[in-house]
Every structure is written in C-alpha cells, then in structure tokens.
C-alpha cells in the first residue's frame, strides 16, 4: 500500500484503493453474503418472505446429507476434481520442464503461443470441439477404426470425456504457474547433482520438484477450483450416469426454482474446495502468499 501512494501519491492511490475494494465488494462478497443468505433460508412464496416461516435454519444443507445420491456425486465430483489437476500436472510438468530448461527462446515463444492461441475462444466453443471430436461417429473414431485399433465406435462420453475435456480446458492454469518456478532454477544446481551421480528422477524429485511446489501448488489449487465448478464440459461431456455436482445445483435454480438450495449445494461445494485447497498447502508446506506471487 506504501508503495502505491509512492508511485501515484495519496489522491490517486487513493482512488484506486477505493475502486479496487468497490469491485470486491460489489463482486466478490455481496454475491457470497446473498448465497449464504439464500442457504439459511427455505424457499418460500415472496408473499411469506419476512413472515414467520421465514427463519434462518441448516434444513437447506441438511437434505444434501440426507440425500445419498446428491452426496454421492458431490463426493465424486471433489475426488474426480482432485483427479483433473493430477493429470494436468502429468501432462504439464514435463513439458514446462522442457521449455523452462531446454527449450530456446524462440522454441518457447511459439510453443505458448500454440497453447495459448485456442484459449482466445470462448470455453463453450472449445468445449463444444471435444464434443464434436468425441461424437460416437465423430473424427477420433473414425481414426481409430481406418487404424484398425478398434473393430467398432467407441462411446466417449461420459468420466472419461470429461476428464480429457477438463485437463484441456485448465491446461494452461497449470503449465504456466509452473514454467515460472521452474525457469528461476539454477541450471548449476541441476548440473551438480548430475555430477554427483543422482538419477534423472532423483535429480526431479530432490532438487526441481522441491524448488518448483510453489508454482506446482499454485496450478493444483486453481486446476482443482476450476474443475470442481466447472459446469460446461460435464453438461456437454458427460453421461447420464457420469453427472456433475454443479449439474444439480444448476437444476436447483433453473429448473427446480429453489433458488435456496441451490445456494446450500453451492455453498457447500465452496467450503469443501476451500478446506481441500488449504489441506493441500498444508501438506505441500506452501503458503497463500507464495501461490499469490
């Protein structure tokens, strides 16, 4: 804060201070406060709003604890969450490795900006592509058939497509935080454990990995975020029996019209991320400031 009122003085640093707490505010707690709200309450006809039934209770949160399907699937969705960011991390790690080690700067460049290129269009769209991709008639079936790999179309919806479209989707919040931390190593430390005689997965999992879980951590906490809320590649992705926690919370308030419950759902979804997400860092000894940076 001293340094903003440094470089701008105390009138402007003022003002940005005063814009930047508006927009948490109006952006970031009220929308929480009004789910929390919404949670604690029963959904009632606006003509009994404020009456006597109108009261604050658990009842919202309590049905999600009584009801073993929903339950099932926000367990499932927390656990397949978990399993999103770990796949990310498979396919991210070696490549930010590369580009952070090895990679010239040229050859750095152009592999980001593959990456980042198709990020330029909307989530839908691109979900939409692994939608048409993964068709039952679609083009990665017919490849696998002219192969011969397989004597018939092969149905791809359902977890496995949505933990393939999910990984794509979130692959960057993963590879960049990563490619940060790894490129601030010193080629030195690696070099010297090799001459000490230390394995290709020794020297990663002494000196790079240990170095690196500050941007490893960060990119799990946001990969897991994001796929634990994530409703647009279930909905297109997924089976009938492969449903999305966030799927029943969307039918709480759009089709179901209990607006409250599905502020309780979503409530507890959120609480469950945050404690997974501090968990997380616990064991993984990495602090909020360092996956702030």
């Known amino acids: 804060m001293s340094e903003l009122y440094r470089r ?6 003022t003002l940005f ?12 707690l009220a929308p929480n406060v009004m ?10 006809p606006p003509s ?12 919202n949160i309590l049905y999600l604890a009584n009801e073993g399907v929903h339950r099932a699937i926000f367990f499932k969705t ?3 969450s978990a399993l999103v960011a770990f796949i990310t991390f498979l396919v991210c790690y070696p490549m930010a490795f590369w580009l952070a080690q090895h990679a010239t700067v040229n050859q750095t460049a152009v592999v980001l900006l593959a990456l980042t290129i198709p990020f330029w269009i909307n989530e839908v769209l691109r979900t939409l592509a692994w939608y048409i991709l993964l068709a039952f008639r ?31 989707a979130y692959i960057l919040f993963m590879l960049f935080p990563i490619y940060n931390a790894i490129e601030s190593l010193d080629k030195s430390q690696i070099e010297a454990a090799r001459d000490l005689g230390a394995s290709t997965w020794r020297i990663h999992w002494r000196v790079v990995i240990p170095h690196a879980k500050a941007g490893i951590a960060t990119g799990c906490v946001f990969t897991f975020m994001l796929a634990a809320g994530s409703y647009v590649a279930p909905a297109l992705l997924g089976a009938p029996g492969s449903r999305w926690f966030t799927e029943i919370i969307y039918n709480w308030f759009f089709e179901g019209g209990d607006w409250n419950r599905g502020a309780a759902y979503a409530l507890v979804l959120l609480v469950l991320c945050l404690a997974v997400v501090l968990v997380t860092l616990r064991i993984a000894r990495v602090s909020l400031t360092e996956v702030a940076k």
């Open 48 to 59: 009994q709003l404020g009456g006597p039934n109108d009261v604050y209770s658990l009842d």
């Open 78 to 80: 927390v656990w397949a």
């Open 17 to 28: 201070l005063a814009l930047v707490g508006a927009w948490l505010a109006g952006m970031v």
């Open 8 to 13: 701008f003085g105390g009138g402007l640093g």
């Open 35 to 44: 789910m929390i709200d919404y949670a604690l309450r029963p959904n009632l």
């Open 138 to 168: 679609g083009p990665l079936n017919a490849f696998l058939l002219s192969l011969g790999i397989i004597d018939e179309p092969v149905r791809w919806y359902g977890d496995g497509g949505v933990l393939a479209g999910m990984t794509y």
